[in-house]
C-alpha cells in the first residue's frame, strides 16, 4: 500500500460495546485511509458501526461500555489510540473536528454561540479573549451567520442555523481532517442542500479532508471522492466514486443501487434488500450479509470471504467478486 | 426583568391574604379554646364569655379577616395573648435566629451537597459513588428531630463537647445546624448526581469532548452549569422545609427564634401569634420563591428569553409562561 499522502489509515480496528447483558461487536476489523484533500463517504444502514469508526478515531467513544479491542489508527503516523489523553487533547478540535449529528442538541443550551466557538479556539492556540472572539466572529460570517449574533444563545437558531453554528466550531482551528457524522440528516432537503454547498465551498477554500457518514448515496455521488461501504460494522467495498457507482463488486452494493427509486422507470414499490442486518451481539460466522445475499453459496455461511482488489484501489469483500 | 419581579412581587399580595384567611378558618375549626386557656379550668362560664367577646372570638370569620388586615396594613400583628407582648416586637427580636439557623443551614447544604453529587457522577458505578450514596440514602431517610435527638445525645450528654441547648456561644450554633443541614446535604447530593448523569449523556457533552476541552471543564463549565438548573429549583423547595424543619430543631435545642415561637403559640392557642408568624413565614417562604425564579431567569437563557423583553414577538410567549411560577405557589 502507498505510503505517502495518507492523512490517516485505520489498521484492523475492533470496537466492542460491552453491557451486562451482551457483547455487542460494533466494528469488526476494519481498514482504510484517508488521503490528503480527500473526502471519503462512509456509507452504510443505521446501526452499521459508521459512527463509531468516527468516534474511535477522536477518541470519544463512550468507555464503557465502548471497548476498542484491537487495531491502529495513524494520524500522519501518530498511533492516536495510544495516544496520552493530554497529546489527544491537541488533537481533538484543532486537527482533527467532528461534526454531529444531531444540531439541536450538539450545542450547550446555556452558553452563547459565540462564546462556545471561541472556546475552541482558545484552547489550542494562545490567543486572547478578544482575539479568539474575533476570529469567532470571522467564522460565523464564513458559514454565513452574521456576526451580530455571536451573543445569541443556540434556542434562538433554526436547525440549519445551528448546524452552521457546529460547522463554523469545528472548522474553527482548521483542521486537517473533518469528520461529518450525517451532518444533514436531521435538517430538511432545502437545508440539506445548504448546508453541503457550504461544506463543499469550504472544504476546498480551506483544503480539508473529510470523511462524511452519509446513507444518502446522492450526496456520497456528488460530494466525495472515494467511498467506503459499511455493513454490520465491516467494510464490504472501497474505492473511488466511480468505482462504486459505476462497477459495483459487492451483493449488498448492488442492493443499495437497486433500492434506490427510479425517476425513469413505472415501477410503483420501492425495491428493498430483503431482511435485516444481523444481530451485532450474535455475528455470523461466515459472510456477514450472507442471509440476505441472493448470491449465496453454502460456502458463504461457513466462513467469511476475504477483502480482495478487483481493480487498484478497488476492494471488495466477497467471493463472487469479479477477479481482475 | 425588572417588570416581571414587580409583577411576581405583586403577586404575592393574594398569596399571602389566601394563606392568611386559611389560617384563620383552620384556628377556627379546630377544637380548643384561648379563653379557656388564658383563664384556666376554674374560671366561670360567664368570664370565659365576657373574655371571648373582648378577645373578638365570637365574631364572624371575615370581620375578623378584615380586621386582621386592618391591623397588618399598619404594621401591627396584634397583642399575644399569653404575654401580653405585641406580637411585631416578638417576631422582630426572633427572627434573626431563624434567618441565621435555615440560611446557614442551607448554605452548608449546597456547599456540601454539590461538589458531593459531582463527585458520585464522575465517579458513577464505582464503591465511591455507592459509598456516597448510601450514607445519602441514610441521612435523607432519617428523621429531623430523631437526627437532632441524637446528637444531643452522643455530642451533649456523651462527650460533653457541645452545649446541649439555648444560644450563648457559636458552639451553640453547631448541633442544631447540623441537624437542619444533614438531610439536605444528602438531597442535594442526590439531586446533583442524577442531574449530573442526565446531562454527561447529552450530546452537547460530546461536541464539548470533541473540542478538545479538558475532562475538567467540561465537567464543570458545560456540565455542572446545566445540572444545576433543576438543583435550583430543589433549593428553593428546600427553603419551605428547612422552615419547617427550623421549627422543631429550636424547640430541641431552645433556640429562641421564630420557629420556637409559633410552636409555643399554637400549642397555647395564642391566635394573634399563630396568624402573624404563619404571615411572616409565607412571605418569606414567597420571597425566596421569587428569588428562584429571578436566579432561574439569569442561568438559564431560554428562560430568560420569556420573561418579558421589548420585543412585541417575544411578550405573548412571556405572560403564558409567567403564569407558570403561580401555580407552583397555588
Request: aromatic content about 8%.
Amino acid at each position: 500500500m502507498e505510503e505517502q499522502g495518507n492523512l490517516l489509515e485505520i489498521r484492523d480496528l475492533a470496537v466492542e460495546y460491552h453491557t451486562d447483558e451482551a457483547t455487542i461487536y460494533a466494528v469488526n476489523h476494519i481498514g482504510l485511509t484517508v488521503k490528503k484533500g480527500e473526502t471519503i463517504g462512509l456509507v452504510g444502514e443505521t446501526g452499521a458501526g459508521k459512527t463509531s469508526i468516527a468516534r474511535s478515531i477522536l477518541g470519544i467513544l463512550p468507555m464503557p461500555p465502548a471497548k476498542i479491542v484491537s487495531g491502529e489508527i495513524l494520524y500522519r503516523g501518530n498511533e492516536l489510540l495510544r495516544l496520552p489523553e493530554r497529546e489527544m487533547r491537541k488533537i481533538r478540535g484543532n486537527k482533527i473536528a467532528m461534526i454531529f449529528q444531531d444540531p439541536m442538541t450538539a450545542l450547550n443550551p446555556i452558553e452563547t454561540v459565540g462564546f462556545q466557538i471561541a472556546e475552541t479556539i482558545r484552547q489550542h492556540d494562545s490567543v486572547s479573549q478578544v482575539e479568539a472572539n474575533r476570529r469567532a466572529c470571522d467564522m460565523l460570517e464564513m458559514v454565513g451567520i452574521a456576526m451580530g449574533r455571536f451573543g445569541d444563545f443556540p434556542h434562538q437558531f433554526s436547525g440549519g442555523m445551528k448546524q452552521r453554528v457546529v460547522i463554523a466550531m469545528a472548522l474553527a482551528c482548521n483542521p486537517e481532517l473533518l469528520l461529518a457524522d450525517e451532518p444533514t440528516t436531521a435538517l430538511d432537503v432545502t437545508i440539506q442542500a445548504q448546508v453541503l454547498e457550504m461544506m463543499q465551498s469550504l472544504r476546498e477554500r480551506l483544503e480539508t479532508s473529510v470523511m462524511l457518514i452519509t446513507h444518502d448515496l446522492g450526496v456520497v455521488s456528488e460530494f466525495c471522492d472515494s467511498v467506503a461501504v459499511v455493513y454490520a460494522g465491516e467494510i464490504v467495498e472501497r474505492g473511488t466514486v466511480e468505482d462504486i457507482f459505476d462497477r459495483p463488486g459487492h451483493p449488498y452494493t448492488l442492493g443499495l443501487f437497486g433500492s434506490l427509486p427510479r425517476l425513469d422507470a413505472t415501477e410503483r414499490r420501492l425495491k428493498p434488500i430483503k431482511g435485516r442486518m444481523p444481530d451485532p451481539t450474535n455475528v455470523p460466522e461466515g459472510c456477514r450479509f450472507c442471509d440476505r445475499c441472493p448470491r449465496a453459496e453454502d460456502r458463504c455461511s461457513k466462513s467469511p470471504p476475504a477483502e480482495s482488489e478487483i481493480a487498484p484501489g478497488h476492494a471488495v469483500k466477497c467471493f463472487f467478486a469479479p477477479q481482475r | 426583568m425588572g417588570k416581571f419581579i414587580a409583577k411576581r412581587l405583586f403577586m404575592l399580595i393574594p398569596v399571602v391574604l389566601g394563606i392568611s384567611f386559611i389560617v384563620l378558618l383552620l384556628l377556627a375549626i379546630t377544637p380548643g379554646d384561648p379563653a379557656k386557656m388564658m383563664l384556666g379550668t376554674q374560671a366561670t362560664p360567664e368570664r370565659i364569655a365576657a373574655l371571648r367577646d373582648t378577645l373578638g372570638l365570637d365574631d364572624p370569620i371575615l370581620v375578623r379577616f378584615v380586621h386582621f388586615l386592618g391591623q397588618i396594613v399598619q404594621g401591627d400583628f396584634g397583642t399575644s395573648f399569653m404575654t401580653k407582648r405585641p406580637v411585631f416586637d416578638e417576631m422582630i427580636t426572633r427572627m434573626p435566629y431563624t434567618l441565621l439557623l435555615v440560611s446557614v443551614s442551607l448554605g452548608v447544604s449546597v456547599v456540601l451537597g454539590i461538589p458531593l453529587g459531582v463527585y458520585a457522577a464522575t465517579h458513577h458505578n464505582t464503591w465511591k459513588d455507592n459509598g456516597a450514596m448510601f450514607i445519602s440514602l441514610f441521612f435523607v431517610s432519617m428523621p429531623v428531630f430523631w437526627f437532632a435527638l441524637l446528637l444531643v445525645r452522643f455530642f451533649g450528654v456523651e462527650l460533653r463537647w457541645l452545649p446541649l441547648s439555648g444560644i450563648d456561644t457559636w458552639q451553640s450554633w453547631i448541633l442544631p445546624i447540623v441537624a437542619t443541614s444533614l438531610g439536605f446535604v444528602a438531597t442535594i447530593a442526590r439531586q446533583t448526581r442524577s442531574n449530573m448523569l442526565e446531562v454527561v449523556r447529552q450530546d452537547y457533552i460530546v461536541t464539548a469532548k470533541a473540542k478538545g476541552l479538558p475532562e475538567r471543564r467540561v465537567i464543570y463549565r458545560h456540565a455542572l452549569k446545566n445540572a444545576l438548573i433543576p438543583v435550583i429549583m430543589v433549593i428553593g423547595n428546600m427553603f419551605g422545609l428547612l422552615i419547617g424543619g427550623a421549627l422543631i430543631t429550636e424547640v430541641i435545642f431552645g433556640i429562641p427564634g421564630l420557629g420556637q415561637y409559633t410552636i409555643a403559640g399554637l400549642t397555647g392557642r395564642d391566635y394573634p401569634v399563630i396568624q402573624g408568624s404563619v404571615f411572616i413565614l409565607s412571605v418569606m417562604f414567597s420571597l425566596v420563591i421569587l428569588i428562584v425564579d429571578v436566579v432561574f431567569a439569569i442561568v438559564d437563557p431560554r428562560i430568560r428569553a420569556q420573561s418579558g423583553r421589548n420585543n412585541s414577538k417575544k411578550r405573548k410567549v412571556g405572560n403564558q409562561i409567567e403564569e407558570d411560577p403561580q401555580e407552583i405557589e397555588a
